[in-house]
Every structure is written in C-alpha cells, then in structure tokens.
C-alpha cells in the first residue's frame, strides 16, 4: 500500500522568511499528487495539483508554489511567508477513485 | 460543477447511542462519495467510499453510509458510537465524467459524551 511522508512535521517561521515543506510517497508510481491547505482546522484548500514530473496546476494565486522534482516527490515552497500563510498543510495522491492523505504540516508564520 | 453540503457544523450524541453525519452533494452526472475522519492535529484518514452498486456502504471502525439517489444524500452513520468516534467528518464527492479532483464538505465536528 501507498504511504505519504511529510516534512517537518512543526513550523515556525516569521513573516518575509522562505518556505519549503516536502512530501515523498511510497508504494506507487505516477501518482496524482495534491497539496492542500486547511485553515481554522476546518475547509480544506487545494493549492496545487499535479499528474506528473514538472507539472503542477495551480488552483489559486496566492504567495506560494510547488514543484514536482521527481515522481514521487512534491515540494510547496515560498520566496517570503506572509502571516496568511500560516495552517496546515497536507499533501495527498489519489489511488484508483480514492485520494489518501499524510499527516500534514502546521505552519505558524509569526 | 459539484458541490457538497454538511449542513452540521457540530453534532452531539451520547456514546452507545446511533449517530449520523449529513451530507448533501450535487453533481453533474454520476457521484463518487467519500467520507474522510480527522482526528486533532492529524490528516484525513479515509473511511468509506460509493463508487456504484450496493446503496449502503461499509467501512472503516464500523461506519456506514447510504447512498440516497433521490434525495442527493450520503448520511454516515454508525449503531453505537463510542467516546473515541469524536472527531471532524469530511464528506467528498467527485463526478463520475469530471477532474480527479473531489470537493470536500466544511467538515462535521462529532462530539460524543460519555
């Protein structure tokens, strides 16, 4: 079975600093992979969505982006956090009609 | 277009008594639909899913949902809940002919007294 790997688990950053959060995922190929944002620990987000190396769509403006390096690799990244950006974080892969999350990432920008 | 409703920000049950969680969907054709538990400072964990065939589906930790095409409703529910049921409830629903890209519901906050 497929497994979903993120980190760092914890984040504390002060406003106008980088931003790189990872996700790797095991136990399959190619997958469909996603980055979502919840905020208030309610509505999830999407963010990004992308179906394979180098490609990534974007479903909403905003201070951040991600990338796609290697096939079962999705980075979310930021040139300068805004305090808006802070939530949780959760990169998940769909497999056959079912989309399986990771354990997410809380992100403070202080 | 798709659309999902779960029209309980919260539900209160007592523990050993049944418990249901709405949800409500829209879709252009065909539906899949999901419902996903999160427990505190955790992911989504996938509980159960309707592709098509049997209405009633079973799933993870004794959760059930029935499809309902009539009423565009994919309630979960469970017999008996249990204090460790507390949690947010996220119902999903995808169109069969669209993006695989579901949309989720605001999430149902169970609370289950002791």
């Known amino acids: 079975s497929q497994t979903i790997h993120q980190w760092p688990a914890t984040l504390v950053q002060p406003v106008g600093s980088p931003l790189s959060l990872e996700c790797t995922v095991e136990?399959?190929?190619?997958?469909?992979l996603y980055w979502y944002r919840q905020a208030a620990g309610r509505g999830l987000q999407l963010l990004f969505y992308?179906?394979?190396?180098?490609?990534i769509s974007s479903e909403v403006p905003q201070n951040l982006s991600a990338s796609r390096p290697q096939d079962r690799q999705f980075i979310l990244s930021s040139k300068k956090l805004l305090l808006s950006d802070s939530g949780f974080y959760l990169c998940?892969?769909?497999?056959?009609?079912?989309?399986?999350f990771g354990e997410g990432s809380w992100l403070t920008v202080v | 277009a798709q659309s999902v409703a779960q029209p309980e920000d919260q539900v209160n049950v007592a523990e050993g008594n049944p418990l249901t969680v709405k949800c409500t969907y829209s879709?252009?054709?065909?539906?899949?639909l999901f419902w996903y538990v999160q427990y505190p400072n955790r992911g989504l964990q996938f509980l159960l899913k309707?592709?098509?065939?049997?209405?009633l589906v079973k799933g993870s930790y004794g959760f059930e949902a029935e499809f309902n095409k009539s009423q565009t409703s994919f309630h979960l529910k469970k017999p008996s809940a249990l204090v460790s049921d507390s949690a947010l409830y996220f119902c999903a629903v995808r169109d069969w002919g669209g993006s695989y890209i579901p949309t989720f519901g605001r999430g149902t906050s169970l609370i289950v007294h002791p």
């Open positions: 879709v252009s054709g065909n539906p899949y």
């Open positions: 998940a892969l769909r497999s056959g009609n079912t989309i399986y």
């Open positions: 309707y592709i098509t065939g049997d209405n």
């Open positions: 992308s179906v394979g190396i180098g490609q």
């Open positions: 136990g399959t190929s190619n997958p469909n």
